[in-house]
């Protein structure tokens, strides 16, 4: 089935300074990878996603990019701000096998952006 | 409405009582989820309903029973919990299963 990796597992940066978090999957079946954000004691919040047709998709501040061929994904953090402090989840989405349709979540990372 | 509801937001049971979770959406997904998250750890899927059908459940133990009444409402009915079942129960919604979920806002729930 798959399996999804992330690193690193904590990040601390300047408020200014870019955040890059990593993870990698193995099902080469694996469709859509989104990205969740989740602050303490609050719900995991999708703040973007992207689709194995697409290598790279930006939103503002976030972008995300995929290499299907290396089988692995990446968050980007421009500017970051100490709002952006939180717990980071990638996921994927197997398109067949025992968890086809579901998420798949990596470990998370937890960023701190100080001031 | 843009959001998946859930209710209670915090819960206290003991191990012999029965309580229900509830979820409700009315984004018109075809897809609702339970999902089981302890500190520090990310979401664990437990149930998955498409088009009101039980599709997966992830070896749950039967304490845990599901209920989707309709497509907009998802219950989880709970009963001889054990102290190691307190965690934050996550429902989450989807267009149809394999596409962007929303969470909840989670039920806090802890056994005694």
């Known amino acids: 089935g798959e399996n999804v990796e992330q690193h690193p597992s904590t990040l601390s940066v300047q408020e200014g300074d870019s955040a890059v978090i990593k993870c990698t999957y193995s099902d080469s079946a694996s469709n859509y990878f989104p990205w969740y954000k989740q602050e303490l004691g609050k719900r995991p919040q999708l703040i973007i996603d992207?689709?194995?047709?697409?290598g790279e998709k930006k939103d503002q501040r976030i972008a995300v990019t995929l290499n299907k061929t290396a089988k692995h994904f990446s968050l980007h953090i421009t500017e970051t701000q100490p709002e952006d402090s939180a717990v980071y989840f990638c996921?994927?989405?197997?398109?067949?096998?025992?968890?086809?349709?579901?998420?798949?979540f990596g470990k998370g990372t937890k960023l701190s952006v100080k001031p | 409405d843009t959001e998946v509801t859930q209710t209670p937001k915090h819960l206290v049971m003991g191990m012999t009582n029965k309580k229900s979770l509830k979820c409700e959406q009315h984004?018109?997904?075809?897809?609702m989820y339970w999902y089981k998250q302890k500190a520090k750890k990310p979401p664990e899927l437990m149930f998955v309903?498409?088009?009101?059908?039980?599709?997966i459940n992830e070896s749950v133990p039967s304490r845990f029973s599901p209920e989707c009444p309709n497509s907009s409402l998802l219950n989880l009915h709970l009963h001889a919990l054990q102290p190691e079942d307190s965690a934050l129960y996550l429902c989450a919604s989807s267009p149809r299963q394999g596409t962007e979920a929303f969470f909840g806002q989670g039920t806090r729930l802890t056994v005694v």
């Open positions: 996921a994927a989405i197997p398109n067949y096998g025992g968890s086809q349709g579901n998420l798949i």
């Open positions: 992207i689709r194995s047709n697409v």
């Open positions: 309903y498409s088009y009101e059908k039980l599709s």
């Open positions: 984004m018109g997904h075809r897809a």
